[in-house]
């Protein structure tokens, strides 16, 4: 089921994946690859986000390989596939890496069978009680990269999974186009309070850019912030420390 | 000295022209003929710098307006004086380079120190002189061509007809009139109504060198679009429309990356094009629009570090190309200061460094080689040890001599060749 026949050119130094016998060892590992890009895409598109004026030519261009990837997840049935086989440490890899796109719709997806992200949330589901603060805290340590997306706004306002990342990206774009009389404000509204976690778990996360070494984000192993989505809304004196810093630098 | 941002020779092949990050632009002369040193002949010497643009803040945004000089483009020579066009992000100006090698002397009511003279002294009416001075290059804008671009300007083309010329942005192309500098005409707007919708950019933009009707742009998809400014005032509708077929086998999330294209140049006979995209450099021929006739590999190598290159953003570099005044070779920079010659004659291909340690003056380039697998013979260099941070972005063919300048880093290296 996994490859219409083609051959991955992504990875480095990738087993290749001709049998399906072996494609099904392999399985797990190109998803949690194409996964781990699709994180990597992420984070870059929120650097782009952050920076004074983005390239508008590297956006683009980071944003349709992120299509890219979400349509050849959706095809594949790959969020099904995860739910149904849940053995092991693989799986738990999985979910926690693929996490940061979940969390979002968590709160939209219960009973609901929505196709790519939503499904995924589902496991989650059944433990609120512990799982949801460890899940919590990872997701909110990467919280940051992913403001776009991830903010309390998402939450009072359910929608397809489908639409929440569409949305975040015309987000990007809108505010790469800073069209608006508030941009500057809207700019600043999705920074929230989680704004220095980006360095944190940047810093943590970029040290692994090395040539060859494509496989680094599978962890988002992070920083200690507790801030919860209750925080989310921003602070006016953090707003305003926020507008000090970017207004000097 | 700054990371050299742009590098361009005039019509003539006399002036060399680089910009560099810090908005500066430096001129190079060749040296003329000279009796005295027989091999003097072909060495540039500094003619002029000058600032050209310096950093802006745009209130409105809260964005810094970055000073460096994105492109250099010379207009043809019509008096005495040189002009260039140099273009930041945002803003085009229109530079007029000229010499003062005389001064008059031998006024009537002034000394040579400007004081006036007394009267009573003067006995005789005399003709002021023109005398020799100490050459002084003088560099003055004359033309501001501003607020015309919402999104950075990536290439300027001077028309064949001298009088105008178009910049490219991200989503849009003007066309302006040398003299006009308060309206630009837009020609292309590819900008969607909804910003969510974007999916394309222009990437480069240049106006054929014989018929001053056509101009090509090329896009972050890989696709060229040839227009006819006669057939539309907006020339959103393209005339030719070039795309290669895409390569099923090869397909992998990074192939749309690799296929945006990071420069066009026509041929100087107006017959080809030549595209350069992150793997290869492609030659069309400008009736046949379904796919290249020549394509030729820079480093394939590198194909299958494009995940890694992802990573580290380089899969995002913009390489230039250039043709040698023939038309017969083709050259491009690659990494680790390499840059890449195609015969496209004979097929033959070279890959030659630059640096200080391999480039002694008037010694001869060795051929450089990447070993891409197996066992590394001597003088190979294997692809992991290549220096990513080295990247030759910026190349220049003398319009007729085979004359080359490659700017590496901040370093500029002139090439000549082997004269016996």
Redesign the interface.
């Known amino acids: 089921m996994f490859v219409r026949g083609?051959?991955?050119?992504?990875?480095?130094g990738e087993e290749d994946i001709e049998g399906t016998l072996a494609g099904i060892k392999a399985i797990p590992s190109y998803n949690l690859q194409?996964q781990s890009?699709l994180d990597?895409s992420l984070v870059?598109l929120q650097l782009c986000h952050m920076l004074?004026?983005p390239?508008?030519?590297?956006s683009?261009?980071i944003?349709?390989?992120v299509r890219?990837?979400q349509e050849e997840m959706t095809q594949d049935g790959t969020w099904q596939m995860i739910n149904t086989q849940s053995t092991g440490q693989a799986s738990l890899d999985r979910l926690v890496s693929t996490d940061i796109l979940c969390r979002s719709s968590r709160e939209q997806a219960e009973g609901k069978h929505v196709p790519s992200y939503g499904t995924f949330s589902k496991d989650f589901e059944g433990d609120q009680g512990q799982d949801n603060s460890e899940t919590m805290s990872t997701a909110s340590s990467v919280q940051a990269p992913r403001t776009l997306q991830s903010n309390v706004w998402e939450m009072e306002n359910p929608q397809e999974n489908k639409g929440n990342f569409?949305k975040s990206?015309?987000q990007i774009?809108?505010t790469?186009?800073?069209?608006s009389p508030n941009?500057?404000e809207d700019l600043f509204s999705e920074v929230d309070n989680s704004y220095y976690d980006l360095d944190t778990m940047l810093t943590g996360m970029m040290s692994n850019?090395?040539?060859?070494?494509?496989d680094g984000l599978e962890t988002f192993s992070s920083p200690t912030n507790t801030a919860s989505n209750s925080n989310c809304k921003s602070d006016l004196n953090e707003l305003d420390h926020i507008v000090e810093i970017?207004?000097e630098s | 000295a700054d990371i050299i941002s742009t590098v361009e020779f005039n019509y003539s092949g006399d002036l060399l022209a680089t910009g560099d990050k810090g908005g500066r632009v430096v001129i190079f002369q060749r040296e003329q003929e000279n009796k005295s040193r027989p091999l003097s002949r072909g060495e540039y010497n500094v003619y002029s710098t000058f600032q050209s643009h310096e950093p802006e803040f745009d209130y409105l945004?809260?964005?810094?307006?970055e000073e460096k000089i994105n492109k250099i483009r010379w207009l043809p020579q019509q008096n005495a004086a040189h002009f260039l066009l140099s273009t930041n992000?945002k803003t085009i100006k229109l530079w007029k380079i000229s010499e003062r090698d005389k001064r008059a002397e031998g006024y009537n009511l002034k000394d040579e120190d400007g004081r006036l003279r007394d009267p009573v002294r003067i006995k005789e009416l005399r003709v002021p002189t023109l005398k020799p001075m100490d050459l002084m290059v003088e560099a003055s804008p004359r033309r501001i061509f501003a607020n015309a671009h919402t999104?950075?300007i990536n290439s300027i083309s001077v028309n064949s007809d001298c009088a105008t010329y178009l910049s490219a942005d991200?989503?849009r192309i003007n066309l302006w009139h040398l003299e006009i500098t308060n309206r630009s005409f837009n020609i292309v707007d590819i900008k969607p109504a909804n910003?969510?919708e974007?999916?394309?950019?222009i990437?480069a933009a240049e106006f054929h060198p014989q018929q001053c009707n056509v101009f090509v742009y090329s896009s972050?998809k890989g696709t060229i679009r040839l227009c006819d400014m006669r057939s539309a005032a907006l020339c959103d509708r393209h005339s030719k429309f070039f795309e290669e077929p895409e390569d099923?086998?090869?397909?992998?999330?990074?192939s749309?990356?690799i296929s945006?294209i990071s420069d066009v140049k026509f041929s100087h006979n107006g017959r080809y094009m030549m595209t350069r995209d992150y793997l290869s450099v492609k030659v069309w021929d400008l009736n046949m629009e379904n796919r290249p006739v020549e394509t030729y590999q820079v480093h394939e190598y590198l194909?299958?570090?494009?995940?890694?290159l992802?990573?580290?953003?380089c899969i995002?570099d913009k390489f230039e190309c250039c043709w040698n005044g023939l038309d017969s070779t083709i050259m491009t920079g690659s990494y680790n200061n390499f840059f890449r010659m195609f015969d496209r004659n004979t097929r033959r291909d070279t890959t030659l460094e630059a640096s200080r340690e391999s480039s002694k003056a008037r010694a001869i380039l060795k051929p450089r080689k990447v070993c891409t697998g197996g066992k590394r013979k001597k003088d190979e260099i294997s692809v992991?040890s290549l220096d990513?941070n080295k990247k030759i972005l910026h190349t220049a063919w003398h319009p007729t001599e085979n004359f080359i300048a490659v700017a590496a880093t901040n370093n500029l290296y002139l090439f000549q060749d082997k004269v016996n």
């Open positions: 083609l051959k991955r050119k992504c990875f480095d194409r890009l990597m870059k004074v004026e390239n508008l030519c590297r683009v261009l944003a349709n390989t890219q990837i569409q990206l015309d774009f809108e790469l186009e800073n069209k941009s500057v850019t090395k040539m060859g070494h494509c970017l207004v | 945004k809260s964005l810094e307006i992000d999104y950075h991200d989503l910003m969510e974007l999916t394309e950019v990437t972050s099923p086998s090869s397909r992998s999330f990074f749309e990356i945006s194909r299958s570090k494009l995940c890694s992802y990573e580290n953003d995002f992991d990513f």
